[in-house]
């Protein structure tokens, strides 16, 4: 007896620009943040969400990673370009320019015969900020509109390999007085779906902070049909409660205040991803994030 057996194809209609972004190979971002995101990461596709209260870092962090990105390899970084999206304008360029003369003199220390004199430190800095895009956004329309756009810039700049989004959030209170979605989670969705629409052709790391209040029933908000969500990352950071009633310092009231503000500044960091869960403590410095 004969068994006519049927096999089902799925054709999947592909335009040029989709096979473009498909086969090109964006710069790697591999060694980005060893301690927070491990020896490998991260990933083409990887979404990072940066979440917690005010003042505990999280732009801080976000602007860290560019830091990192941008500035070229002999000067301690990546030589990436890195495309932000600033709604919450806490990224100031003073800032930025803080923490990339920080991370260079952090790279010399640990460099032996690598000395940096003020024009060398003022050339790197400008090279590095050549691969910075920063759009910004002062209201939902402004938001939702850069975010539909950057499949079209993603295709135009090879280079771009993380997208920062810093605050997803910014503008929910405006949308909810001007009638606008209600609920924080279908907020976040709608934002989320549109951001990861406009990036998943392009083996991009999206980033996006946000703060803590805005909370989700599901952590499948992250996921497409065509993602598994495995590589995706939660970094939490807390500021720590500590009794520091009844402290004295024997080196005097100086010593004691300083000791104090120390103890009053100690922040948590928890990063819960598919490959398990760590916690670090850190402080907050002008030189950015001095882990403990």
């Given at each position: 007896?004969?068994?006519?057996r049927?096999m089902?194809?799925?054709?999947?209609?592909?335009?040029?620009?989709?096979?473009?972004?498909?086969?090109?190979?964006?710069?790697?971002?591999?060694?980005?943040?060893?301690?927070?995101?491990?020896?490998?990461?991260?990933?083409?596709?990887?979404?990072?969400?940066?979440?917690?209260?005010?003042?505990?870092?999280?732009?801080?962090?976000?602007?860290?990673?560019?830091?990192?990105?941008?500035?070229?390899?002999?000067?301690?970084?990546?030589?990436?370009?890195?495309?932000?999206?600033?709604?919450?304008?806490?990224?100031?360029?003073?800032?930025?320019?803080?923490?990339?003369q920080?991370?260079?003199?952090?790279?010399?220390?640990?460099?032996?015969?690598l000395?940096?004199?003020?024009?060398?430190?003022?050339?790197?800095?400008?090279?590095?900020?050549?691969?910075?895009?920063?759009?910004?956004?002062?209201?939902?329309?402004?938001?939702?509109?850069?975010?539909?756009?950057?499949?079209?810039?993603?295709?135009?700049?090879?280079?771009?390999?993380?997208?920062?989004?810093?605050?997803?959030?910014?503008?929910?209170?405006?949308?909810?007085?001007?009638?606008?979605?209600?609920?924080?989670?279908?907020?976040?969705?709608?934002?989320?779906?549109?951001?990861?629409?406009?990036?998943?052709?392009?083996?991009?790391?999206?980033?996006?902070?946000?703060p803590?209040?805005?909370?989700?029933?599901?952590?499948?908000?992250?996921?497409m049909?065509?993602?598994?969500?495995?590589?995706?990352?939660?970094?939490?950071?807390?500021?720590?409660?500590?009794?520091?009633?009844?402290?004295?310092?024997?080196?005097?009231?100086?010593?004691?205040?300083?000791?104090?503000?120390?103890?009053?500044?100690?922040?948590?960091?928890?990063?819960?991803?598919?490959?398990?869960?760590?916690?670090?403590?850190?402080?907050?410095?002008?030189?950015?994030?001095?882990?403990?």
């Amino acid at each position: 007896m004969l068994v006519k057996r049927s096999m089902d194809f799925q054709v999947r209609a592909e335009s040029g620009k989709q096979l473009l972004a498909r086969l090109s190979t964006r710069p790697s971002l591999k060694g980005l943040d060893e301690r927070l995101l491990g020896v490998d990461g991260p990933l083409p596709h990887d979404v990072i969400e940066i979440t917690g209260d005010v003042s505990v870092g999280k732009s801080v962090l976000a602007l860290q990673w560019v830091t990192r990105a941008i500035l070229s390899p002999p000067r301690g970084g990546l030589g990436v370009e890195v495309l932000l999206i600033d709604a919450d304008h806490h990224q100031s360029l003073f800032t930025l320019v803080q923490l990339l003369q920080a991370r260079m003199k952090a790279f010399t220390a640990q460099t032996s015969g690598l000395r940096l004199t003020s024009s060398l430190v003022e050339t790197s800095i400008k090279d590095a900020l050549k691969r910075l895009t920063i759009i910004n956004v002062y209201d939902s329309t402004n938001l939702y509109t850069a975010i539909l756009a950057l499949d079209k810039m993603l295709l135009s700049k090879p280079q771009i390999s993380m997208v920062v989004v810093d605050s997803l959030t910014a503008f929910y209170w405006s949308d909810r007085l001007a009638g606008g979605l209600q609920h924080m989670d279908s907020y976040l969705r709608r934002l989320l779906s549109a951001l990861q629409k406009s990036t998943k052709e392009h083996k991009v790391m999206v980033v996006f902070t946000r703060p803590s209040y805005f909370q989700s029933a599901a952590r499948s908000r992250f996921k497409m049909k065509e993602d598994n969500g495995e590589s995706t990352r939660l970094v939490s950071l807390n500021r720590l409660e500590k009794d520091i009633s009844g402290g004295s310092s024997k080196d005097g009231d100086n010593q004691s205040a300083t000791n104090k503000d120390m103890i009053e500044n100690i922040f948590s960091a928890t990063i819960r991803s598919a490959y398990g869960q760590k916690i670090l403590k850190y402080h907050i410095t002008k030189e950015g994030m001095q882990w403990l």
